[in-house]
């Protein structure tokens, strides 16, 4: 199993910025990616932004040059620097993990945490 524990959401006004922290412990593979995604009131749960064992990086095309996702492999936390935040960004924020097994993969995901963007 794996935990995940979110910090670091709350209110901010639009142009601002937050930092989201999320701490993983328990049976992380050696090969996975780790990620942050979003769900606004009646919308789909969609990925803003990933970062796999290699480092390689992904984000949502709406939030291309303003969110930095970072890892910290020997805290095993992962970090997403939210800058220039618009209201549209308003929405809980889940970490996710996936271990990744050959062709298959096993998801797990934080509590989530809150980011309120007030115009």
């Known amino acids: 199993q794996v935990r995940l524990v979110e910090s670091g959401g709350g209110l901010v006004q639009a142009g601002g910025s937050l930092r989201l922290s999320c701490a993983a412990s328990g049976a992380i593979f050696s090969i996975n990616v780790i990620g942050w995604y979003r769900q606004a009131p009646g919308k789909q749960r969609e990925l803003v932004a990933a970062?796999?064992?290699?480092?390689?990086?992904n984000y949502a095309d709406s939030v291309q040059g303003r969110f930095t996702i970072t890892r910290d492999n020997a805290k095993n936390t992962i970090y997403l620097q939210m800058n220039n935040l618009i209201t549209e960004d308003t929405a809980v924020y889940f970490c996710?993990?996936?271990?990744?097994?050959?062709?298959?993969?096993?998801?797990?995901w934080g509590q989530g945490t809150q980011v309120t963007v007030s115009s």
């Open positions: 996710n993990v996936r271990n990744i097994r050959g062709c298959s993969h096993d998801d797990y």
């Open positions: 970062v796999s064992t290699p480092g390689s990086t």
